[in-house]
């Protein structure tokens, strides 16, 4: 079983592992959720995502594969939070 301690440090270790490609992708979440005409699925949404960190910082970081799994994860941690806080608020 899953507990609260247990999500958090998954997030936190996350979050020290490439904080500013963590903020690429938590934008690119945001844009891809603002098109308010989009049809896409939460997968397309979440392929979209990816493409467009990896052109973002493959400028930077050539060793892409390293960042590929942990971009995947945080933007399904960070997802599944946004929605949970928006089904408790109403959002």
Do not use: H, P
Not at 17 to 30: K, P, R, V
């Amino acid at each position: 079983m899953t507990n609260i301690a247990q999500v958090a440090v998954g997030v936190i270790n996350l979050i020290e592992d490439g904080q500013f490609i963590y903020s690429i992708a938590a934008n690119a979440m945001d844009a891809v959720e603002a098109l308010q005409d989009s049809e896409l699925s939460g997968a397309e949404k979440k392929k979209w995502v990816i493409a467009f960190v990896k052109s973002a910082v493959f400028n930077i970081i050539e060793n892409w594969d390293a960042y590929a799994a942990l971009i995947s994860d945080f933007i399904d941690k960070i997802k599944t939070a946004y929605n949970a806080v928006r089904g408790l608020f109403g959002g």
